[in-house]
C-alpha cells in the first residue's frame, strides 16, 4: 500500500487517479506515526522547491522520511527534494543524493519552462521494467537535477543532459510527472509499487 506524503506542496488529485486507474491501494501521511502503516512511500511535488522544502521541514517529517528502508518515489519538486541544494530559493534540500538542482540556462536558447513530452534514454533499473527505451514521459520544471552517473538511471535533454530519474538505496526519484505521462507513466507507478523492501 502506498503512502502520499501530504505536505501541502503537492498535485495529490493527479496522482490519486492515476493510481485508483492501476487499483493501487494508497492513504496520505501526514505524521510520523503514518508512515509506518505503508509499505512505500510517494513525495509529490509542484510549484517552489524552497516553500515546497519548508512546508515539509514544518511537518516533522524530514528526518523521519530520510530514516526509512521501504521504496520512497519522489516526483517532480519531490525529487528536487530528496538532492542537496537547489539554486531556487538557495534552498537546502534533504541531502539524500549529493547533487544540485540547478536552474535552466536560457542561453542555450531554451524556453523555461521545460514543458510538454520529452524522450527518456532509461537504464536497466526495476523502475522502467517493461518500459520501451526513449518512450516519452510528461515533464513541466524550470530547474533540472545535474547528470551524475552513479545516480542517474534515466536522463533526458533539454538544452544539455540532465537526470529524468535517479536511484540509491531505496529512494528514487523522478523528474517528470509519471501520473500526467499516459500507460508509460501508469505503468512505472505500478513497477514503483512492486519494488520489494
Known sequence: MIGIVNYGAGNIFSLTSALERQHLPYGMVNTEADLEKYTHIIIPGVGHAGAAMKKLED???????KALKKPVLGICVGMQLLTAHSEEGDATMMNIFPLQTRLFNKDQGIKIPHMGWNNIDH?????FEGVENLTQFYFVHSYFIEYNPTFDIATANYGMPFSAAIHKDNFYGVQFHPEKSGIAGEHLLKNFSNLKQ
Open 59 to 65: 511537518t516533522g517529517l524530514v528526518e523521519p522520511i
Open 123 to 127: 537504464k536497466n533499473n526495476s523502475l
